[in-house]
Every structure is written in structure tokens, then in C-alpha cells.
């Protein structure tokens, strides 16, 4: 496996139940990242984690939850969620999230709330 | 208030026809200028970095240039292949870390 990987794809889920979304890079990166995308709107940024330690939350509503357990791999845990978080949900790693740069993203999880 | 704004919001063009996407930015302190392709259901995949003003950078068909309020992507002779979405994003270098995205310009070539 090389670059970042998200599981699962596609994800279709019912406002009350909890799922997670998986994150994994190779990479060797100490920073990594949940973004948001929605159909013909910016990148949203939703979480950064710096050395498993989380540096930024982007006005994140409670029921996402990320968690980062080691520099490797990030969770976003998705709970009661609404139909307007249908979206893509896109991971990110980076050498160090200290400044901007350049940035590799997963090919992004599909989730569908009903 | 940092905002970075592409036009068009679609580009169609036969292959061949060359043309430039737009990338105007307001930002504090700019840490740098990206630009991303992102096909269909993927990842956008990295481009190009730009720092300062008058740089430009070149890979195969497409280059990039900045001026302090806008860069370009130039598109010269594109194939179907170059068909994807375009997404341009600053680096902001004070109030802590962030990178602020555009919503993206569609390119469309058609053979």
C-alpha cells in the first residue's frame, strides 16, 4: 500500500446510526487531516492532527468525532448525523502541519445519510 | 476575510484550444499557492506551489503563474485526458495553520 487509503468508499448510513470512516498513510507524515467536500463548495477543513495530537477543530459539530491514535492512521467517528452531512469526506496527511503546503489526499469516502 | 475565488466555474474546450483557468486571492500573510487536479469520485492529486510573485512553474501541458493578487493555470493544446476538476488553495501564515481552497473550475476537452 502506498499513499493514503480510506475505507470504506461508500457509505450509506441512517440519521441514528454510528459509523466510522478509516484513514491510513504511508507516507512516514506527522500531519494529517479531515477536509469536507460538498457538491461546487470549497474544501472544507474540519480536523488537523499534528503528532496525534489535535491542533485544529474548524467549528466541527459534536457529531463527528476524529481520533488519532498513531501518526499512521485517523478515524472519523459519525454519529445521529443529518442529511446535509451527505458529502465527500476526504483525509489529507502532510510532513508537518506547522505551514502550509503541499498536501496528499486519500481518494475520499462517499457518505450518503438518509 | 481570506477568500480565494476561480473562474470560470466550467471551461469547455475542444482538444487543442488553449486557454487559462483563474485564481484571484485575498489572504494575510500568504504561505504559498497550490493548485490541485481531482478527477471524478478521487482525491484531488497535487500540482504545482507557487511562493512568490513572477514564479511560475511548468508540467507537460499546464503552467502555473502568480501575481500578488491571482494565478493562472495555462492549458496549452489539452487532450481529453486534461479533462478534471481544477482546485486552487492559499497557504495562510498567521492565525495558525490553514489552507483555504477554491471551489474549483470543471474542464471538460473534448476530442
Known amino acids: 500500500e502506498t499513499g493514503v487509503t480510506q475505507t470504506p468508499r461508500h457509505l450509506v448510513m441512517g440519521m441514528t446510526n454510528k459509523k466510522s470512516l478509516k484513514c491510513e498513510q504511508h507516507?512516514?507524515?506527522?500531519?494529517m487531516y479531515w477536509y469536507k467536500q460538498s457538491a461546487k463548495k470549497p474544501l472544507e477543513l474540519m480536523f488537523v492532527y499534528s503528532l496525534e495530537e489535535r491542533v485544529e477543530n474548524n467549528s466541527v459539530p459534536s457529531r463527528f468525532s476524529p481520533e488519532c491514535p498513531n501518526s499512521s492512521h485517523l478515524f472519523l467517528h459519525l454519529h445521529t448525523l443529518q442529511p446535509e452531512d451527505s458529502a465527500l469526506y476526504l483525509c489529507a496527511s502532510s510532513p508537518r502541519a506547522g505551514n502550509a503546503g503541499e498536501l496528499f489526499f486519500g481518494e475520499g469516502s462517499r457518505l450518503t445519510v438518509l | 476575510e481570506d477568500q480565494v475565488t476561480q473562474s470560470p466555474e466550467a471551461l469547455r474546450l475542444q482538444e487543442g484550444e488553449s486557454s487559462s483557468l483563474n485564481c484571484s486571492y485575498t489572504v494575510s500573510g500568504l504561505r504559498g499557492l497550490f493548485w490541485y487536479r481531482q478527477d471524478p469520485g478521487k482525491g484531488p492529486e497535487f500540482l504545482f506551489t507557487l511562493y512568490s510573485a513572477g514564479e511560475e512553474k511548468e508540467k507537460e501541458r499546464l503552467k502555473a503563474t502568480l501575481t500578488k493578487k491571482e494565478s493562472f493555470l495555462h492549458i496549452t493544446a489539452p487532450k481529453p485526458e486534461d479533462s478534471a476538476t481544477y482546485l486552487c488553495?492559499?497557504?495562510?501564515?498567521?492565525?495558525?495553520?490553514?489552507?483555504?481552497f477554491g471551489a474549483g473550475t470543471r474542464l471538460f476537452v473534448k476530442a
Open positions: 488553495a492559499v497557504g495562510r501564515g498567521t492565525g495558525g495553520f490553514k489552507t483555504i
Open positions: 507516507l512516514g507524515h506527522n500531519a
